[in-house]
């Protein structure tokens, strides 16, 4: 049975491979009038149980993690990943630099050095995930959950504790 750092870093591994390759991602925040989700782009970095993007300090998403830091990322791929954590505004000026590309040039319209930009550091909690295997497959699985008809012992989908607080790392999901 692994310890419990090795669970953990068997889940980081785990989402690593998943998300890995992935340009965007929705990030979700709470605002007062409920959820409100909108694509990022995913930074070139190895995911270590921390997410990173580059946003503007005069949007709406700055504003609202600095009421509330609680968020949800969804990466969809080969599979689909559901990651939950706490975001952190990172004003760093050599990170910025460090993850910087022509792409973000052209997508916020500015350079690195934009007093304006801002780094939102994920620290990820717990990451759900549903493995396709085949389209088809996943649309059934789907469809039969929307009918209520979802088999309680689909291991479509599980959910991994970032943290290792799992004993085997991965919990199966109904």
Do not use: C
Not at 86 to 102: C, G, T
Not at 128 to 143: C, D, I, N, Q
């Amino acid at each position: 049975m692994p310890n419990m750092h090795t669970a953990s870093q068997e889940a980081i591994d785990k989402v690593r491979d998943l998300i890995k390759g992935i340009d965007t991602a929705m990030l979700t925040t709470v605002t007062p009038e409920g959820l409100v989700s909108r694509p990022l782009k995913t930074q070139e970095v190895e995911f270590d149980g921390d997410l990173w993007f580059l946003t503007s300090k005069d949007t709406d998403k700055y504003e609202e993690l600095l009421e509330d830091p609680r968020v949800n990322v969804a990466y969809v791929g080969k599979s689909y990943v559901s990651v939950r954590g706490e975001a952190e505004l990172v004003n760093d000026p050599a990170k910025i630099r460090e993850f910087w590309s022509v792409a973000y040039e052209k997508l916020l319209d500015t350079t690195y050095d934009d007093p304006n930009l801002v780094l939102i550091k994920v620290r990820a909690e717990t990451a759900e995930y549903w493995e396709t295997g085949s389209k088809m497959k996943m649309v059934a699985h789907l469809f039969q959950r929307l009918t209520g008809h979802d088999r309680p012992d689909s291991d479509l989908n599980k959910t991994v504790d970032l943290h290792g607080s799992d004993d085997d790392g991965a919990v199966p999901k109904p």
